[in-house]
């Protein structure tokens, strides 16, 4: 059981962000054990096919440690967002002697492995030779992917955000994860995982930086906290939606719809039965967000889309013009 413990200016400094080598990171695992992971199986199945020849065995064992796993390998962001690239800097960027102190300490009380000695020996050269095989890997499998993971991992911060406001971090914490909960000032995580505490026991007391909040679709379903200096206190959780990720293509829009807007536009209007993004709609639709905002715009041109701002997000929905015509398209067909 962990406990992190929060006093006024903690509770100010609360912030979410989303990472792309924690995701990277936590789907490699997914990809050695799919039994474990069997809510992301038609990705695994696409995925292990376009990595075959990949040697994976560093990442493996960057995270195979009972008690703690090097957190350099996925540098927490210090923004809501940065892209792969950049946080693949920051990992480069980390100073050779933290990186012997890490591997050795996930390894202390075990053997290193072979594949780890590089690492110690000369963590430099180990690093650059890490984010090459890291960069192909995204480049193979996630990269085309990245915009629908975003899109939901978006969607999460936007929820938890609307319960923060609405109900401050009693509701944030509320159904972050069944392990996690809120009394009187401290969270408590009572599961087994991943962590800067050895053995996932330990009390945190957080100073000025705050908490970090990361929603992961591939870390599903465990909560994992990064805890050790000289990393942001951090907790990443599954996020809310992961079973609908790899969900078949977006239903089709009936032949009368289509047939008066265009097939691409009334796609987009009959997934807009609830607010999304952009980004949601490219992933949902398989297109880029470029071409769903031109769709957009001519569906807000003709009266049948709606949109809001809403803190950092361009939510769109139907207008009732918008739902009327899907409607009675659907009366049609």
Same mark, same amino acid.
């Given at each position: 059981m962990a406990r992190?413990?929060?006093?006024?200016?903690?509770?100010?400094?609360?912030?979410?962000?989303?990472?792309?080598t924690i995701e990277m990171v936590a789907s490699v695992r997914a990809l050695q054990?799919?039994?474990?992971?069997?809510?992301?199986?038609?990705?695994?199945?696409?995925?292990?096919?376009?990595?075959?020849?990949?040697?994976?065995?560093?990442?493996?064992?960057l995270q195979g440690s009972g008690s703690y796993n090097p957190d350099?390998?996925?540098?927490?962001?210090?923004?809501?967002?940065?892209?792969?690239?950049?946080?693949?800097?920051?990992?480069?960027?980390?100073?050779?002697q933290q990186?012997?102190?890490?591997?050795?300490?996930? +390894?202390?009380?075990?053997?290193?492995?072979?594949?780890?000695?590089?690492?110690?020996?000369? #963590?430099?050269? *180990? @690093? $650059?030779? !890490?984010?090459?095989l890291m960069r192909t890997y995204w480049g193979r499998v996630l990269a085309p992917e990245?915009?629908?993971?975003?899109?939901?991992l978006e969607h999460d911060i936007l929820y938890r955000a609307r319960q923060m406001a609405d109900g401050g971090v009693h509701a944030l914490f509320a159904d972050l994860d069944p392990?996690?909960?809120?009394?009187?000032?401290?969270l408590t995580v009572t599961k087994s995982a991943d962590s800067g505490c050895k053995m996932w026991d330990c009390e945190l007391a957080l100073d000025e930086r705050g908490l970090?909040?990361?929603?992961?679709?591939?870390?599903?379903?465990?909560?994992?906290?990064?805890?050790?200096?000289?990393?942001?206190?951090?907790?990443? +959780?599954?996020?809310?939606?992961?079973?609908?990720?790899?969900?078949?293509?977006?239903?089709? #829009?009936?032949? *009368? @719809? $289509?047939? !008066?807007?265009?097939?691409?536009?009334?796609?987009v209007l009959l997934a807009l039965e609830s607010p999304r993004s952009t980004l949601e709609l490219a992933g949902l639709l398989g297109v880029t967000s470029g071409g769903i905002s031109q769709q957009l715009s001519v569906l807000a041109g003709a009266g049948l889309v709606s949109r809001k701002r809403v803190s950092r997000n361009v939510l769109y929905l139907r207008t009732t013009d918008g739902d009327a015509l899907v409607q009675a398209a659907g009366e049609a067909a």
């Amino acid at each position: 059981m962990a406990r992190i413990l929060f006093d006024t200016e903690a509770l100010t400094r609360v912030r979410f962000a989303i990472s792309p080598t924690i995701e990277m990171v936590a789907s490699v695992r997914a990809l050695q054990d799919p039994g474990r992971w069997a809510i992301h199986m038609p990705w695994i199945a696409r995925a292990r096919g376009e990595v075959a020849d990949l040697d994976l065995s560093a990442l493996h064992a960057l995270q195979g440690s009972g008690s703690y796993n090097p957190d350099f390998i996925h540098p927490l962001p210090t923004g809501p967002l940065a892209s792969f690239e950049e946080e693949l800097a920051t990992m480069l960027a980390t100073p050779e002697q933290q990186v012997r102190t890490e591997v050795l300490g996930a +390894y202390e009380d075990a053997p290193l492995p072979a594949v780890l000695e590089p690492f110690v020996e000369d #963590p430099g050269q *180990a @690093l $650059a030779d !890490l984010a090459q095989l890291m960069r192909t890997y995204w480049g193979r499998v996630l990269a085309p992917e990245w915009e629908r993971v975003r899109a939901l991992l978006e969607h999460d911060i936007l929820y938890r955000a609307r319960q923060m406001a609405d109900g401050g971090v009693h509701a944030l914490f509320a159904d972050l994860d069944p392990t996690v909960s809120w009394r009187d000032g401290v969270l408590t995580v009572t599961k087994s995982a991943d962590s800067g505490c050895k053995m996932w026991d330990c009390e945190l007391a957080l100073d000025e930086r705050g908490l970090l909040l990361v929603p992961s679709a591939f870390a599903w379903p465990k909560v994992l906290m990064v805890a050790a200096e000289p990393w942001q206190p951090t907790l990443i +959780y599954p996020a809310r939606g992961v079973g609908m990720l790899w969900d078949g293509e977006a239903t089709a #829009p009936p032949d *009368a @719809l $289509a047939k !008066l807007l265009g097939r691409g536009r009334a796609a987009v209007l009959l997934a807009l039965e609830s607010p999304r993004s952009t980004l949601e709609l490219a992933g949902l639709l398989g297109v880029t967000s470029g071409g769903i905002s031109q769709q957009l715009s001519v569906l807000a041109g003709a009266g049948l889309v709606s949109r809001k701002r809403v803190s950092r997000n361009v939510l769109y929905l139907r207008t009732t013009d918008g739902d009327a015509l899907v409607q009675a398209a659907g009366e049609a067909a």
